[in-house]
């Protein structure tokens, strides 16, 4: 029979030898590739009401990701070696540097809740788990007490070390400059009243006039000069003399431009020595509207890049506000594809992209043949060929073909 006993110094139980092996087997069990936990995880963690506003945002949802794989790593490992002990948890530089963003957002304590949905995650995966390897009462019973104080005690005592993390860090930015170009920005984001002479004294920047906004943001663990190196180009190739910068996480930069976007092309040189470093541009709009209006649309590029399109580095909200309409509704989307360009759909990308150009181009075939640095007899056979292929001509739909070309430029990564 097996006997589970009480550590006499903590009260924390001690596995039976037969408890130690079912434990390490479950766990290799549990990490094996074809389990599916660390997606179903990472798929609970940033689920839920207060979750939106993370999983929103690339940066902060990956940093959540990583930080939820380490955990799980680091728990799972401590039992293959020392099963049923208690886990203490250990926090990287990921995790810290997340807690410091989370922090920066505004957000407080309940930011946290990613573990909480991520230890219900767990336990009804690791129920069947442990069913499947005993169906002994005894041995069962001291597998699901054992590991279910494991797992919560681990995220008990992890959550209390974040939390203390972001308390300090907290407190590092209620003073200083930086502190209050943050909280001003948000607040002026927010539509919240503010006094404009004062939140342009804060910010050294004035709201009148145009002002292009942008996104600067690269993986968690990028060098702050990589980051400020890209804005700092970014200005240059838009022409302008200055920018308000603002530091909205360790990986993240908000934008503002003076004046209009740089052109695709400059934007793009502008970002090419910046490893890594990618950047969504907004609208060019006036005033104090158009400082929130352009940073709205920089954000919401921000997001369709990189749900869509992992392999860009560059998006302006003007060329993806289409597929940003439609995001949201990717079934919807696929049979639009699907019935618009038929077999066009699955055609090479080459043709794919001179029939987008020739959309673009007002259906001129010696702008698009300029464009794309063809003869004018090449864009014409392939026009040819894609008639052939579309279920109606695109003379009769180019306006549906445009559309759904659009979409699928940016539902397949660049080669």
């Known amino acids: ?31 094996a590739p074809q389990s599916g936990v660390l997606a179903a995880i990472h798929e609970a963690a940033l689920s839920g009401e207060r979750m939106r506003t993370v999983a929103a945002d690339p940066v902060l949802a990956e940093g959540i990701r990583q930080t939820t ?35 920066r957002r505004g957000m407080d304590r309940d930011a946290l809740d990613s573990y909480r949905t991520s230890q219900e995650a ?65 607040l002026v984001l927010e539509g919240a009243p503010v006094d404009r002479p004062r939140a342009e004294g804060r910010l050294g920047y004035r709201f009148d006039g145009a002002h292009t906004a942008a996104i600067v943001w690269a993986p968690p663990g990028t060098a702050p000069r990589d980051l400020e190196a890209a804005a700092e180009a970014l200005m240059h190739a838009s022409g302008a ?18 004046g209009p976007a740089p052109s695709g092309l400059d934007a793009q040189r502008a970002i090419a020595s910046c490893p890594g470093v990618r950047v969504a541009i907004g609208r060019t709009a006036t005033g104090l509207d158009g400082f929130r209006r352009s940073h709205l649309d920089a ?64 259906c001129n075939t010696s702008r698009t043949a300029e464009r794309l640095y063809t003869h004018r007899n090449t864009v014409l056979r392939r026009l040819a060929r894609a008639d052939e292929l579309l279920p109606r001509p695109l003379a009769d739909n180019v306006v549906h073909v445009g559309v759904a070309l659009e979409l699928l430029s940016w539902q397949i990564d660049p080669a």
Not at 165 to 174: F, P, Y
Request: hydrophobic share 50%; proline share 5%; net charge negative.
């Open 1 to 31: 029979m097996v006997r589970m006993v009480q550590n006499a110094h903590d009260g924390w139980p001690t596995l039976s030898n037969r408890g130690a092996e079912l434990f390490r087997e479950a766990v290799r069990t549990a990490l």
């Open 69 to 103: 794989t380490a955990n799980l790593l680091h728990w799972a490992s401590a039992n293959v070696e020392h099963p049923g002990e208690r886990v203490v948890p250990v926090l990287g530089p990921t995790a810290l540097a997340t807690a410091r963003d989370l922090v």
């Open 122 to 186: 767990v336990w009804r995966l690791w129920l069947p788990i442990c069913f499947d390897l005993s169906d002994e009462p005894t041995e069962l019973r001291e597998l699901l007490v054992v590991s279910s104080r494991s797992i919560a005690t681990f995220i008990d005592d992890t959550i209390s070390a974040i939390s203390a993390r972001m308390e300090a860090e907290r407190d590092d930015l209620t003073s200083g400059t930086p502190a209050e170009r943050r909280a001003t920005v948000t």
């Open 241 to 258: 003399a200055r920018r308000l910068t603002v530091v909205a996480s360790a990986a993240t930069l908000w934008l503002w431009l003076p």
């Open 299 to 362: 954000a919401a590029a921000q997001r369709t890049l990189a749900a869509l399109s992992p392999g860009r580095r560059l998006a302006f909200f003007a060329d993806i506000q289409l597929v940003d309409l439609l995001r949201d509704k990717p079934s919807d989307a696929a049979e639009f594809i699907a019935d618009t360009l038929g077999a066009l759909a699955h055609a090479e990308r080459e043709l794919r992209e001179i029939v987008l150009a020739y959309v673009r181009e007002q």
